[in-house]
């Protein structure tokens, strides 16, 4: 049981430049999402999936798509990176559905550097 | 609108003092839970605690205790005699309710050190 993984660790890209950024979970949680921490901004969400074929927006969704082919998979995409996306992104998942609402595992993060 | 706010950008303090680690709340919701996260220099997060709003009791677990109050929307984190090891960035955070989504509202977090 690996847990929530994230793959690249460390990425450098230049402006311009598209990327997927990897996330996988292996505990069949329905709910997966992405966050974005900055400085001083705590973390935000960027997009939120409830179940295979199901996205939604966050707080900060801009310059970024994501897709969810399978409930293990969420993997998100820069289109365009620029250098405001530099940041530190983590995954999270768990699942949904539940009173109380379940805590979420995050992933490792990936540590993101536009140029 | 929902809120976190954790006023305490960075707190130091010296080897087995107690610190309090603030985190005030906003929000429309009658139910609601709060969390708090620890994310330690290597930088994972780490889940503290989960409160529902409709648990007003304060929660001790070791040196770690939390005090949730509704009338004053606060929900504070203190910790006993801290050690070095409790280094970390601490972050408070609100989980809407409702529907099939789990999101969580952070605060901006507060840094601790604890020096020897």
């Known amino acids: 049981n690996a847990g929530v993984t994230q793959t690249p660790k460390f990425q450098v890209l230049k402006t311009g430049q598209s990327m997927t950024l990897q996330c996988a979970q292996d505990?069949?949680?329905?709910?997966m999402s992405w966050y974005r921490q900055d400085p001083g901004m705590g973390l935000r969400l960027i997009h939120y999936?409830?179940?295979?074929?199901?996205?939604d927006q966050g707080e900060v969704p801009n310059g970024y798509n994501v897709s969810r082919s399978t409930t293990e998979d969420f993997p998100l995409r820069l289109l365009s990176a620029a250098p405001s996306q530099t940041s530190v992104y983590f995954c999270?998942?768990?699942?949904?559905?539940?009173?109380?609402?379940?805590?979420?595992?995050f992933g490792p993060g990936t540590r993101l550097l536009v140029l | 609108a929902q809120k976190v706010t954790q006023a305490q950008t960075e707190i130091s303090v010296v080897e087995k003092e107690d610190v309090t680690l603030d985190c005030v709340y906003e929000?429309?919701?009658?139910?609601?839970?709060l969390f708090w996260y620890k994310q330690p220099p290597s930088g994972e997060l780490v889940f503290l605690i989960r409160?529902?709003?409709?648990?007003?009791q304060n929660e001790i677990s070791g040196r770690y205790s939390w005090n949730f109050q509704k009338s004053t929307s606060s929900f504070n984190f203190t910790i006993t005699a801290s050690q070095v090891v409790d280094s970390a960035v601490y972050f408070c955070?609100?989980?809407?309710?409702?529907?099939?989504?789990?999101?969580?509202?952070f605060g901006t977090g507060t840094l601790l050190a604890v020096q020897p």
């Open positions: 929000t429309r919701d009658t139910t609601y839970y």
């Open positions: 955070a609100l989980s809407e309710q409702g529907g099939a989504t789990n999101k969580l509202i």
């Open positions: 999936s409830v179940g295979a074929g199901i996205t």
């Open positions: 999270a998942s768990s699942h949904a559905l539940l009173i109380p609402p379940e805590t979420q595992y």
């Open positions: 409160r529902n709003s409709f648990d007003e």
């Open positions: 505990m069949n949680h329905e709910y």
